[in-house]
């Protein structure tokens, strides 16, 4: 999968719980994944419709009886849910909050090692500068990445580094990103 392909998916903030319940066996009928994930009726229609324009859920052609699925994960749906379980399954409910944020996996996807923020937006080619630096603060509010200034250099630079969950998610989702230039 591409950073662009996971840019993707989490701009829904639903896509990674829906995906993520999919993969732990939550039957892929509305009710029982809207009781799973608890989003909204409305949230859940948009995410859904989302994943299903990007090829990783399909509309079951068999549907019709009760107890049939009336969605189902395709192959690449499975691998991006594989991934989505993986990432859940770290974060509290508390952290969920920040997960659902469109940039926050991706972003840490790109901390692998320690980054200067123009690294890290030149992984993220649509990230404008401001969503970029909220989204590291956020994370840093909450302790997932940490910020040391390099005042060796001349401007001093900030590096960023994935910390705590932040950079279990990171050891997740980056071996399984690749960053290619568009």
Known sequence: MDINSLVKITSRAWALPILSSLHMGVAGRQAPLLAATGASRTAFAQSMEHLIEHGLLERNPGYGHPLRPEFRLTKLGQKAAAIADKIQRIASEDDQRLLRKSWTVPVLSTLQKPCHFNEIKRNLH????????????SMEDKDWVHRRVDETARPPRSIYCAVN?????????????????P
């Open 126 to 137: 649509r990230i404008t500068d401001r969503a970029l630096s909220q989204s590291l603060k």
């Open 165 to 181: 969950i932040g950079e279990q998610i990171s050891a997740i989702t980056g071996p399984e990103i690749s960053f290619t230039q």
